[in-house]
């Protein structure tokens, strides 16, 4: 007859996953406009590229690099959420 008690949960902290992959994909960003700025004013630098290649390379180093931060992160624990939800 006893209706069960509402659980509350904390307010979840930010994932340090999220944390580590969204700088990592603004630090990659950064760098690869850096990159696009040499570039533009020495097209040489890439033009052994097939132009496809080109075209995908940009956007997926800071992809790729944001992944293996998220990856090497460790998880943030929730010690408020009940064992079979942690």
């Known amino acids: 007859m006893h209706a069960d008690p509402q659980l509350e ?3 979840p902290p930010v994932e340090t996953k999220v944390k580590a992959m969204t700088l990592t994909a603004y630090l990659a960003g950064v ?5 696009l700025q040499a570039v533009a004013t020495d097209p ?5 590229l097939p132009d496809w290649v080109e075209a ?11 992944a293996v931060a998220g990856w090497k992160a460790r998880h943030t624990p ?3 959420l009940p064992a079979d939800q942690r």
Request: glycine share 4%; proline share 11%.
């Open 9 to 11: 949960y904390s307010k």
């Open 31 to 35: 760098a690869g406009m850096a990159v």
């Open 44 to 48: 040489s630098m890439i033009s052994f």
């Open 56 to 66: 995908i390379t940009l956007p997926l180093l800071p992809t790729a690099l944001a």
């Open 78 to 80: 929730r010690p408020d």
